[in-house]
């Protein structure tokens, strides 16, 4: 076997493991990579589509999987104020608990040294561009990784939405990043 196909291989059991670790209680692993991703997304990249997108699922299969979580209490709808046809979706409680309950993938990364670790996040993170790059995907980055972020005002400020950011903002997933060098989340 190739080094390439190892690593794909391994990578591809590791997305396994983490994804059986996703059926919690009442929880399958797509609506646990959603909350994943709620958690991790700023307010201006919580809709159906942004999920969708980030996670390599359809729409469709998202707007369910949102519904599903609605229903169950993990998240909330939050109407867009800019565009009342739009929505975006919140964790409650429940969910931000869910969402940051340890893993097993978690704890075992945690045990890495640091130099590997910041090995293995560079190497998949250049191996994530390249595969975003060759299907013409979008990097959702973080806000401070970001060519429109403009550290200076308290809590940052967004140049392309041309908006003040949030307290924590600055370290959140947004759909509309564009890296200032090569980044990927």
Same mark, same amino acid.
């Given at each position: ?12 059991? %590791? $997305? ?5 670790? +996703?059926?919690?209680? /009442?929880?399958?692993?797509? #609506?646990? !990579? ?63 608990? %869910? $969402? ?5 993938? +978690?704890?075992?990364? /945690?045990?890495?040294?640091? #130099?590997? !670790? ?68």
């Amino acid at each position: 076997m190739t080094s390439q196909s190892r690593i794909r291989s391994l990578i591809n059991r %590791l $997305a396994r493991i983490d994804a059986a670790g +996703g059926w919690s209680g /009442s929880l399958n692993p797509a #609506q646990y !990579a959603a909350l994943d991703y709620l958690g991790r997304a700023n307010r201006y990249s919580r809709a159906p589509s942004h999920v969708a997108e980030f996670l390599g699922t359809t729409r469709g299969t998202m707007s369910q999987t949102l519904k599903a979580l609605a229903r169950k209490g993990f998240v909330q709808e939050e109407p867009n104020t800019g565009d009342q046809r739009s929505i975006s979706y919140g964790l409650t409680a429940e969910g931000v608990a %869910l $969402a940051e309950a340890p893993s097993v993938i +978690g704890a075992a990364l /945690s045990e890495l040294e640091d #130099q590997v !670790a910041e090995a293995l996040e560079s190497a998949l993170a250049a191996t994530l561009r390249a595969a975003l790059d060759a299907r013409g995907g979008r990097a959702f980055g973080l806000c401070k990784t970001c060519q429109f972020h403009d550290a200076g005002p308290a809590h940052g400020y967004c140049t392309l939405l041309n908006l003040p950011l949030q307290p924590g903002d600055r370290d959140l997933i947004c759909v509309e990043h564009k890296a200032l060098s090569d980044d990927a989340t």
